[in-house]
Each structure stands twice: as structure tokens, then as C-alpha cells.
């Protein structure tokens, strides 16, 4: 008999795609998920897993070269953010159509900010890719999504784990999956599969990156760079938030994620960053 899981997918970055091999290995291990609430890229794995197609999702994932990656990204000029999001949403939408989130088979919950008046915006009904957009919104990297008049942004700044949100069935298990832990980072099991076949191009566009990196202002004596000092602040907060959401709602199963694991944006290793998911999905299981 399948065991029943109410499965949390916290922030993360493209640590978040270790969601895909969360996923994979409790089906493999006859998990069935009946419910799932998702922040960030934990919104955008469930709502693929929602719709039926996790494996189309994951598969065009593993194709991704950092080119590839790099292609996907609208840079804007606006002040409130440097990316735009609609390309990589349209290329998806190509692949997997959108659905109204109250007609997935399973329920689905996805979390924002509304930035402006600084209250959570739960997401359970309307198009799943607008949930998905509004959060994913990283602040100072994704411009905000306006939706239904709100100025939406990441969930992960208010609810990196939103535990109190997942729809529960009678004796279901509560699984969670944080992406932020301190936990130490072993890469000894992990093969180095990602795609880097263009060198040329990879150089080109690690300058690009640097330079978004070291944007003004800054101290001669400054060696993290305007938007990586903001990075590394959002993920030192979302780091402590997750923290004590966990010792409120503690889970039956916690899969922790090293937040030493993957850089952000390093969607091109996705091949490992599922494998980590996998590796940490056994050794949590082990422990039930």
C-alpha cells in the first residue's frame, strides 16, 4: 500500500531542481504525493509535478547548456529588476500548457510577496504560470509581477517553507524539502555531468556575469559586488526564517539541501543538482 505524503518544497535557487529528484525517488520508493505547497523554484517543480509533467520539465532541464540558459534571459533596463521572466515562461508554456491551478489533480498551493503592503499572497486558483512568475521573483534579479493590482515578489522573502500551507490528509506523512540548510556539502558522490561543451562562449558570458556582479555602488576595498552582496543578504534571512518555520512545524521528513550546495542561478548542472535530490531524498527516507 503507497504511503501518502504532503510534500513542502522550499526556495532556493537552482538548488531547487534537487525537487525533481525529491520526487522521483519517493515515487520510486512508493510515496504517493496527495498534496503540494511551493515557494520560488518549490512552486515552479510542483506545479510541473501538478500537471503530470515533471518528466517533460526535468528532461528539458538536463538539456540546458549554460548558453542555453543564458539565451533564456530578458534583460531589462528597469530599476526594479534586471530580468523580465517572460521568455523562459513562454518557452515552457510551449512545452506544457497552462492550467488553472483548481483544475490539477492534485492540490497545489504556491506562495508571493506583496511587496508593497508586506503580506504573504497565497496562490490556489487562477493560471498556474502567473503563480509560478509572481514566485519565482527574486528581488533586484526578476522585475515584479503585478497581479490582480499587487506588486508581487519571491514567497521565500516571507515563507522560504511553506509548511502551513500544504493541504493535509488523514495520516498522510509531512515531507519537507529545505534548500537552505547548513548542512555539510559532499560533492565525493556526485558525478560531474553538466553540460560545458562551448568554452568560448561560457567565458563570454562569465564576464557578463561578473560585471552584473560588481555593479556600482561599491568600495575600492569591496570584493562581493552590489548584487552579490544583496544575494548573499536575501539568502542569509530566507536561511533564518526556514529555520524557525522548521521548529514550528516539524516535519515527519526533512530533506535538507546544502545551501553551499549550487550557486543560484547554475541551472546548466541540472543533472547533479537532481542527483544531490536523490542522494538526500534516500539517506532522510532511511532515517523514517
Known amino acids: 500500500m503507497k504511503k501518502n505524503v504532503a510534500l513542502v518544497l522550499g526556495s532556493g535557487g537552482a538548488r531547487g531542481v534537487a525537487h525533481i529528484g525529491v520526487i522521483n525517488e519517493l515515487f520510486k520508493q512508493g510515496y504517493n504525493i496527495t498534496s503540494i505547497s511551493g515557494t520560488s ?17 526535468e528532461d528539458w532541464m538536463c538539456s540546458l547548456s549554460k548558453l542555453d540558459v543564458f539565451n533564456l534571459v530578458d534583460f531589462t533596463l528597469s530599476l526594479n529588476g534586471l530580468v523580465k521572466g517572460n521568455k523562459i515562461l513562454k518557452e515552457m508554456k510551449e512545452m506544457i500548457p497552462d ?32 503563480a509560478i512568475r509572481a514566485s519565482i521573483s527574486i528581488p533586484t ?31 498522510d506523512i509531512l515531507i519537507v524539502v529545505n534548500l537552505g540548510s547548513d548542512k555539510e556539502y559532499n560533492t565525493t558522490e556526485l558525478k560531474e555531468n553538466h553540460r560545458d561543451d562551448d568554452n568560448k562562449h561560457n567565458k563570454y558570458i562569465s564576464k557578463i556575469q561578473n560585471a552584473i556582479n560588481n555593479i556600482t555602488p561599491k568600495n575600492k576595498s569591496d570584493k562581493i559586488g552590489y548584487y552579490n552582496l544583496l544575494n548573499k543578504t536575501t539568502s542569509l534571512m530566507i536561511q533564518k526564517v526556514s529555520e524557525l518555520t522548521l521548529e514550528k512545524y516539524q516535519p515527519d521528513v526533512l530533506i535538507e539541501i546544502s545551501s553551499d550546495a549550487f550557486g543560484t542561478y547554475e541551472f546548466y548542472k541540472s543533472k547533479e543538482i537532481i542527483e544531490l535530490g536523490v542522494r538526500e531524498t534516500k539517506e532522510a527516507l532511511e532515517k523514517l
Open 41 to 57: 523554484m518549490g512552486a515552479l517543480v510542483g506545479g510541473m509535478y501538478a500537471t503530470g509533467n515533471l518528466k517533460t520539465f
Open 141 to 171: 534579479v526578476f522585475t515584479p509581477f503585478n497581479y490582480n493590482g499587487l506588486k508581487l515578489v519571491d514567497g521565500g522573502v516571507l515563507n522560504p517553507i511553506p509548511v502551513n500551507l500544504v493541504k493535509r490528509h488523514k495520516d
Open 99 to 130: 492550467r488553472n491551478i483548481e483544475t490539477l489533480p492534485i492540490p497545489f498551493v504556491a506562495v508571493a510577496t506583496d511587496i508593497i503592503n508586506g503580506k504573504e499572497v497565497v496562490l490556489n486558483k487562477g493560471s498556474l504560470y502567473d
